[in-house]
């Protein structure tokens, strides 16, 4: 584990959550690993449901998909899961390093039980699991309707960046993955690559690979790309002396037309047209 929780606050600010919305929230860590909740015992729909093997496996599977997806966006994402519930994902971020998630999950989102029970029986019917006890515990979630589950998960991502501001999550700043995330960003616009990283760490591109998709969801190659796409946005709304190529240079990009090429790609239009667009928006 790379962080560090203060696990009494924790517990009291879930606690808290709890309280506002009613939902079930979770930490886990950045292996996904639970180590807080509360209330402590999930609701007995998805207890019941992971007595089945297959289930189980589909929980975590599912519980990983949206990880990654968290990570890689830096927001929360609100889910379906496999077994027709919504959740919802945080990633807690140091930086650009994800240091762990919190979740909130087992939400009927439904505006009737029956309605929701016709797509999770279909959902659930392969799984050895006993109908109509999960019909029942199926009748016993509360109605949530989509206007809540937004606003609860608005407050989760609020609950995150404060949970980080109080300290109450610690990176360990000795970790590999906080050094590498360092050497990243005091580097990005010089010449580097994963070649270069590993050498300069003596780790292998298994590792870096590793860590990467860890952390950020992508490979090392497209983060440094994120990171100098971002820095051009940056400069062509702040620095409107700076000409197209004196930009891509300065974002590390030595090949104007490729500069050009992804600029396009990731944020959908040219950076001239970008600038044109941003300069107008605050007219």
Known sequence: MISTFN????????????????????????????????????????????TDGQALSECRKCDARACEIAAREHAAYTYQCH?????????????NITIGYLLFGHVFPYKSHEEGWRIIKERCQN??????ELKTACYERPLIPADYIQ??????????????????????????????????MAHYTEELDARSIC??????????YEIASQNYGIGIAAHIRHLRIEKAKTLLVSRPEMNISEIAAECGFHDYNYFI?????????????????????FL
Do not use: W
């Open 7 to 50: 696990l009494t606050k924790l517990n009291s600010l879930l606690k808290d959550f709890y309280t506002i919305t009613r939902i079930r929230i979770t930490v886990f860590d950045e292996t996904f690993r639970e180590l807080a909740a509360y209330p402590e015992q999930m609701a007995p729909f998805c207890q019941l449901l992971r």
């Open 83 to 95: 077994a027709g519930l919504t959740e919802s994902i945080v990633p807690l971020h140091m930086g």
């Open 127 to 132: 799984y050895q699991v006993d109908l109509d």
């Open 151 to 184: 606003a609860a998960a608005h407050i989760l991502q609020a609950v995150a960046s404060y949970l980080c501001l109080e300290r109450m999550a610690i990176l360990g700043q000795k970790e590999l993955p906080a050094q590498i995330d360092e050497y990243i």
């Open 199 to 208: 050498e300069h760490f003596k780790i292998g591109k298994t590792t870096l």
């Open 261 to 281: 090429t992804i600029f396009r790609q990731m944020v959908g239009m040219p950076p001239r047209q970008y600038r044109q667009t941003q300069r107008e928006g």
